[in-house]
């Protein structure tokens, strides 16, 4: 009897279990084909659908998209932009106002416009209040920029800027023009430096070479830059040459300790490291001053 309840319980729960399993896939198949809301398309790859063109999604339902006047739909069809001429102004599209010498020009935001060649927009109230195009004021030996910064000109070549006006660059001997139109507008040659507003030959100490930019010097392989002069490097026993040339290290085994190099004494269980310049224990001794222990 045990036996038998015990099976009647187990063939119950074994249709329950199919019962809602069976249920669950009822609901889903019924989700999925649930009518696509009005004015909406079938998505051409995949399931599901998408808005026609003119509507945006809003939850489950497409909504018309509201064009304001002066405006049209944008490439996604989903919203919009202003005509040429007007500027994106909350949900409406107002003018854009072009000043006399000014132009249109393509942005959907800022003032819209740029001002001709020969003008610049007027600061005066801040870069926030532009709504004019003045006149730029050109002093004598200059030229007009494109950039919309600044004051619309700079200096012709040969000329640098000094208090609002183009005074001629004066380069000394052994200079030459770097076309920058301010600061001294000038640079002295190879193994020159400046001085007083001159280019006066640079003095090497012996033993020594003007470096690649011809600015400063070097001193030759051995020696070593000290104030303004090259001191030969003195070698100690069992060192050599850094790679610079400019600085001696100590041969494998030894190590630096002021003007010379200490052979390395090796307490019992180690070993050079990989420079050579120190030791290590082995394994599994561990480092305690100078010896190894366990």
């Not at 006399?100 to 209040?129: F, K, M, T, V």
């Not at 023009?177 to 280019?199: P, Q």
């Not at 069992?238 to 290290?249: K, S, T």
């Not at 420079?275 to 190894?292: A, F, K, L, V």
Request: charged content about 20%; overall charge negative.
């Amino acid at each position: 009897m045990p036996r038998f309840r015990f099976m009647l319980q187990l063939l119950c729960q074994l249709v329950l279990s199919s019962c809602l399993i069976a249920i669950a896939t009822a609901q889903a198949q019924t989700a999925g084909t649930a009518s696509p809301p009005a004015n909406s398309i079938d998505r051409q790859f995949g399931s599901g659908w998408d808005c026609a063109r003119g509507y945006k999604r809003v939850a489950n339902t497409c909504d018309l998209v509201a064009v304001p006047e002066n405006a049209y739909l944008d490439a996604s069809g989903t919203d919009w932009q202003c005509q040429r001429g007007y500027m994106k102004q909350g949900e409406d599209c107002e003018a854009i106002r072009v000043p006399e010498h000014a132009y249109l020009i393509e942005a959907q935001y800022g003032r819209g416009w740029d001002c001709d060649r020969g003008y610049r927009p007027d600061r005066s109230n801040g870069r926030s209040q532009e709504a004019e195009c003045i006149k730029v004021d050109l002093p004598e030996n200059a030229v007009l920029t494109d950039s919309a910064y600044g004051l619309g000109w700079e200096c012709g070549r040969g000329y640098r800027e000094t208090n609002g006006s183009c005074a001629i660059s004066a380069i000394p001997a052994n200079a030459y023009s770097t076309g920058n139109n301010r600061g001294k507008g000038w640079e002295c040659v190879r193994g020159y430096e400046e001085a007083d507003s001159l280019c006066v030959k640079m003095a090497l100490p012996e033993n020594a070479y003007l470096g690649r930019q011809g600015t400063n010097w070097l001193c030759e392989r051995g020696y070593q830059k000290t104030a303004d002069q090259c001191l030969a490097i003195q070698l100690p026993a069992n060192a050599y040459l850094n790679d610079n040339g400019d600085d001696w290290l100590c041969g494998r085994g030894h190590e630096k300790q002021e003007q010379s190099c200490a052979y390395i004494i090796l307490p019992e269980n180690a070993h050079l490291n990989s420079s050579g310049s120190s030791w290590d224990c082995n394994n599994p001794y561990r480092r305690s001053g100078n010896r190894c222990i366990r």
